[in-house]
């Protein structure tokens, strides 16, 4: 019995003990829009010190790595079209959870980028409507490249980024506020604008623009970014080079 009871103590141990999710794993190259005849896009994420986030749910620890979407839009905020979702939302293929087959879960993930996705024609993702495959693909477990093509003729435009990770609380966003809800901190968004035509600039930079909404109500691009933390330190930097 007594060796019985401490093997069982040693396997409660290990199960307590056990972090589920992916381990860091940077240079993951995802390619994208591979039929589309025309320019070269190559956007490169280096991930930053608060890539993961570790939360205890019951035993287990689960590790959390942000949901990403990635547009473009002419230079006077139209959107054009999609480069890259997460699959976990763009198809609506979450770990661990088994979702509704005809909604969209977690919608406040990244509602600036999904606003501008339903308003140009495009089904809400759920299982049953996803986005394309063409441009959705596993999250990227650490730094990861992103090459993908555009028409030629587009050449000046504005490549954006909006990104989220559940339970990233801070003093403001967390599980007392209404709002937040599992969310935590709402998502972030990057943008750039780009020109095809000018050698000169070997890169851009995308720089912080504001924030998407908490509850994922509205498409609105919210400009009080002042309040997030730990959010604005998931990517060290995210830099965009395009060739004619």
């Known amino acids: 019995m007594k060796v019985r009871s401490l093997t069982l103590s040693v396997l409660l141990g290990l199960v307590c003990s056990c972090a589920l999710g992916p381990a860091i794993k940077d240079g993951a190259v995802i390619a994208t829009n591979k039929d589309v005849k025309g320019s070269a896009l190559v956007l490169q994420f280096e991930r930053g010190p608060q890539w993961f986030l570790s939360k205890k749910m019951g035993p287990m620890t689960i590790r959390i790595t942000p949901q990403i979407a990635i547009w473009i839009e002419d230079t006077l905020g139209k ?145 009080d970014s002042d309040k997030l933390t730990t959010a604005l330190s998931v990517f060290k930097n995210i830099l965009v080079t395009g060739k004619k």
């Not at 959870?97 to 977690?106: H, L």
């Not at 049953?128 to 063409?134: K, L």
């Not at 935590?184 to 930079?205: E, F």
Request: with cysteine.
């Open 79 to 223: 959107y054009w079209g999609t480069v890259y979702v997460t699959e976990s939302f763009g198809a609506q293929k979450w770990k661990f959870m088994k979702p509704n087959p005809d909604t969209c879960f977690r919608p406040m993930c990244m509602p600036y980028w999904m606003n501008k996705y339903v308003s140009a024609g495009n089904h809400i993702p759920t299982r049953n409507h996803p986005v394309s495959d063409a441009v959705t693909a596993a999250t990227p477990s650490g730094s990861f490249m992103l090459t993908t093509m555009v028409p030629e003729s587009l050449t000046t435009f504005v490549v954006c980024v909006e990104y989220n990770r559940s339970f990233d609380n801070n003093e403001t966003y967390n599980a007392h506020r209404k709002e937040s809800r599992f969310n935590g901190q709402p998502s972030v968004v990057y943008a750039c604008r780009v020109n095809l035509n000018d050698p000169t600039r070997p890169y851009d930079t995308l720089k912080l623009i504001g924030r998407g909404g908490e509850m994922g109500s509205d498409g609105a691009l919210y400009h």
